[in-house]
Each structure stands twice: as C-alpha cells, then as structure tokens.
C-alpha cells in the first residue's frame, strides 16, 4: 500500500508539469503569434500611412500644378467686385452730379464752402420758432447721415485723410450748431410760457414732437407745487422734483433726441474690412496691402483704441476731429486728432472741462478702481435709443403784452442752468421708444461732460416695466442720460444660414439666444423681412424697406438689433479667426452664393483660427431638398472632409475620391452640376457684393 501511494503521488506530479510545460508552450506560442500579428499590423499601418503620404503628397502636387490657373480663374470672377467698387463710385459721382443740377438750394455736405456757407447762414439766423428749427433739424440730420455715409462706404484709396478729416468737423459742427438751436428754441417757448398752461395745474406743460426729437416742456409759473410728480401725457415721460425745488422758478426739459450726437463720433463710424484679392492673398497680407502686425504690435493696436468716452466728442462738450486708419484686422482704428480739438461749451451756457480731471493725490487705489468701474466701456456697451437731454433751467422772464406790442427783457446769458441743490435725489420716468429693441434690461447711464463719458454712477433705484415698456430710475444731479445694451448680446450666434432665393437674389437667416433675424438680398439692396423673439414681430417700421448693407447696417444697430460685430469684439465674446481665411471665405462664398446655400457647422470651433469649416448644398431650387457637405478652408487650401455634424469627433480626413483644392470655387465645382457653375458665372456683380458686404459685417464665420 506504501509502494502504491508513492506511485500515484509520482504520477500526479509527472502530470502536473507536464500540464505546466504545455502550458508555458501555449503561452509561448500565442506570444509569437500576437507579436508577428502585431508586426503585420504595424506594417500593415506603416505601408498605409505610406500609401497615404503618397497619396497626400501627390494631392498636393497637382494642388500646386493647377495652383496659378485656378488663382487665375478665380481671379476673373473676382472682377465682379471690381465692377462693383466702379458701380459705387460713378454712382457717388451721378449723386453729386444730380445734387449739382437739382439746385434746390440745400449743400452739398463734402464741399467746405458750401457747408461753411450753411452753417454760418444758419447760426445768424435768429428764428428761434421751435418748428422752424425742427424743419430745418431735419435738413441738418440729414447732411450728418450723407457725411456719415461716405466714411463708412468710401474705400481709403478714394478718400484722402484731409477729406476724412474734414467731413468728420464738418458732421461736428452741424450736432453742435443743431443742439445751439434746440436750446434757442427752448427759450423761446419758456418765455412764453404762459401761452402752454395747463389748466389743471396752472403751470407750464408742453410736449412738441417730430420723428427726429421730442421737447418735453414744464414749467413752476405758479411758485407753489402741490404735486411733485408730472407726467407728461403726449410722451409718458415723468419727473418727480424734491421738495426744495416746488417753490422755485424753475422748469424741467426732457429733450429727448432718437440719436445720439453725444457719444464720441467713432462709435458710429465703424469701417467694414475691405477688399482683398486672390492675386495677393499671402498670409502675411490683408486688403490694404499692409504686412499683418505682430503680436506685440496687434496687442498694442487693442488697447489703444479701446478708447473711454473722453477721447470721443460731443455735442455736450466740445468739437474735435477723429482721424481713421486701417489695422491688421482691416477695420477701422479711430483716434482723435489732438492738435485739432477745440474745447468749448455750447449747452446752456456753462463752461465744461473736457480733460480728464487730475486725481487728488490721496486718493487710494480702491478709489480709483471705483471709478474706472463707473466709466462704460463703448466697445462693449453701445447706447441704443437716442439719448434724453434732462434739463433743470432758469425761468427766463415771461413775454408781455402792452397796447399791442410785445415786450420782453433780454437776457445776455440766454438760457441759463437752474442750480440745483447737491445731494437730492431726482426721479425720472421715460416712456421707451417703441421703434427700438432691449432684447434684456437697458443699463441707465448719464454723461459726464467733464470727462466726456458716460457713467453708470449716480444712477440709482432702476425699475424696467418691460411689457409697459417704460424705466424709472433716480438720478443725483440733471444731465444727458442714455439707455445701453451689450452690443455681443446677440454673440455668438447659435445658427446661421445662406441660400439663394432666386435669380440674383438670397435670404440670411441669423439665429441669436433672443431673436431669428432673416434679411433678403436682391441686386445690390437688403431687407429686414423679420425679427422674431418669443413669436413676436418686432421693428414693423424697418422690414420691408430695400435699402444698402451699409444703411441697413447702421439702421438695425440704431433700432438695437446689433448682429454685426466690432473690431475688437472677440475681446469680449472670445472668438478669433485668421483674416486671411475668414475674409477669404466670405468672398467665395458671395462669388458661389447664387447656386449653393452654406450653414454653420458646430466643427468651426474646432478646427481652430487659422481655418473655417462650414457646411455646403447645391441649390438650385428654392424648395428644393437641401444635401449638406463639410468643408475646410484657410484661405489657400479648401478640401471636402469626411466627417458629418453627427460625427463623433472632429477630423480633417478627406473625404474619398476628392482632392485639394486652391479656391473654394473649384472645390465645389468637382461635385457641382453644370448649370450651377453657369449660374455662379452669370450671377450680378451687384448681387455678389451686396452678399458679400453683408457676410463681412456679420462675420458668421467667427461669431457663430
């Protein structure tokens, strides 16, 4: 049994390592295995990524072969925006022209003479008939939107700096010399107060209005106030006066004005990038030809313009001249010319310091910063309607009638400020205009004409009703007061859409987190067709107006619909792309809109800033079903990628069978029908521009 035990023990053992040797055998061989498998694929991957070098580089050289004659095709439908350019300016010149022939007695704005003639006629003239001066309000709005018009529209190499120079002093002096007249009238009807009495309270109450401006008028001719608060029925627009003043001979102006020639003029002078050219799209190039700066040099050129509102001019203050110039973003950089800046007061006769005040010595950093905080930083806020002129005044001596003649005392100073007691509080009620859009709660600001800006300090007690549209809010001393909002509330846009419509004609769809904004395009006009928040309507006095992308640019701005980024947006909304790409897509685009539609693509934002992807469909049917592709693009290379928006990451894989492409004109015409490459070939210049205008003052390509 001993003998017996000890055998099956040596068996058991013998089984075990033989189990054990078969094992490390097995183990052994599927290292093997895995290893040559692993060996085959590495080599397997290394023949494909062969291959596909092979493949990339041979893409790249027939890129490069073909390189100058698609440039050069692409170039002969760039004299599209030529024409257009040569359109704009015969059309500049017919305009003059007609005005010459018409001699219908107004100026020409762009000749000195002429405007000098005007404004000199029209500041000896002693009328001070409140409507006549609103007529003629109208005329002098008028000159300041042609002057306007032409910085904003004129190419650089049209316009000498002289020129620029001269237009900017020329719209300064008419703000201010309107606002003098506006102050004439003023006195005019106060001393004729007693002409405007409401029976009711016996004092003064006057509400006279156009389309431009409306005059709010009251006056204590009684010097015993029983109801502190007045409202004035015609405007809705209310004050409540302290107690110290019910006694006084004082009136209270609430002129409100539906633009604002307060803000320093730069702020409605914002340039769109110009043109650039295929023959001269090098990286380091932008339109004007100037090398891109660098980065010190573009840091440098973001904040100098960033400018507070005391370098900016105003009817309040002072007049002045700003200058432009064009910067690597090829948007307009405005400074003010020192050296032509002439302070003087032209509001209610009271000197203004119009240099920044010296800071007290012991004034403590904290201190400081405060006041930095209360200074509105206009690249970020921008005022939106109008600005309301609230005004404490001296009762000037009342109009008698004697024996049939009418006598008054004059008063050299004219109209004179009523000096109102520090530290009491003044409540102002303001109706909002309803041809305006607060997409959120308007910031309340009030200028300061000492350091020509405006300030959210001393604006306390804000209540906005904003189904009744109207704004309370307490005020510390009686100034010019303006309603703002972000300009980059409506950035970035979550969906934006191009497609044509018809023949030379195509609809822009924008998307915001408040509002879907469609513009039609036809020939060289735009138009407004809808502004829809929360399936509402809005601006029913704007849509349906043909009128030019720049015009309809300023108008939406105007009415608070601000869907047109700043040249130094992305410093607050935090998105970037390279001029060269993004400028450079807009004009293919505008050259490929009349038979191709293009879309955002979430994978812009991935793909980085030296390049742009967006989605694109042939389009040759309004109602036609539309069938997107992915497209890459940096400005000297398009490609079609694999991807879709369903993807679950970004790639710059190409999509098979397709190739680079030098334009994103000749990447879509590989997959293109004929008749949309006929189409393209045919569209009008006037159209392509008018597309092309819109595209860049949007910027969907960044801010989307």
Known sequence: EIVKSSGKKKEKKAEKLRLQQEEEERKMKEEEEAQLQAQQEEAARLEKERILQEHMAQLEAKDQERRESELAELHSLEQKFLSAQQWKRDSRAYAKWEHYLSCDGSPDPTVLQEINTFISLWSEDQNKDIHLVMEKGEQVLNLIEKLQFLLLDTPLSEITEKEAMQFQESILELQNLLHQKYNGATEELLKNANMYKDSSTENMQAVIKDKNV??????????????????????????????????????????????????????????????????????????????????????????????????????????????????????????????????????????????????????????????????????????????????????????KHVRGWTMVKVLDGGLEAYPYPPGEAIQITLRLPDHVVYFVDPVVAQWDPAGQQWRIDGISNVVYEKQEKRITFQMDTFSAVALLQDAHLNMPYQAWELQPTGVNQALLVITTGFATIQIQIKDNQCMLSSVVMEEEDLLSHIIGKWLSPVVLRAVLKKAGVNIFPGEFSHNYVCMKKAPLAELGAYQQMALLTPAFAFARSKWNLEAGPEQVVFKVSEHLKPDSAQTWSLYLFNGQRAQKLKITESSEAFSEELEEDSEFHSTLYHMLKDFASKEAIEQVARASFLFIDAVYQLLLATRVLTYS
Request: proline content about 6%; charged content about 30%; glycine content about 4%.
């Open 214 to 399: 409306t005059f709010c008028l009251w006056a204590n001719l009684t010097e015993y106030m029983r109801i502190k608060t007045h409202v004035f029925r015609d405007a809705q627009h209310g004050f409540e006066l302290p107690r110290s003043l019910a006694w006084s001979s004082v009136a209270v102006r609430i002129l409100h004005t539906h633009y604002d020639h307060v803000s320093p003029l730069w702020l409605q002078c914002h340039r769109l990038p110009e043109l650039q050219s295929s023959e001269n799209k090098e990286l380091t190039q932008l339109a004007n030809g100037n090398a891109e700066q660098s980065e010190e040099e573009e840091k440098k050129a973001r904040e100098e313009p960033s400018m507070p509102a005391e370098e900016g001019m105003s009817s309040e203050g002072r007049k002045g001249v700003v200058s432009f110039k064009e910067n690597s973003n090829s948007t307009a950089e405005i400074k003010e010319s020192e050296d032509e800046a002439e302070k003087k007061s032209e509001t209610l006769d009271v000197p203004l310091e119009v240099q920044d005040p010296p800071l007290p010595e012991e004034m403590k950093e904290e201190e400081v910063l405060t006041a930095e905080e209360n200074n509105i930083d206009l690249q970020q806020f921008v005022p939106v309607g109008g600005v309301y002129h609230i005004d404490a005044l001296q009762l000037p001596p009342q109009v």
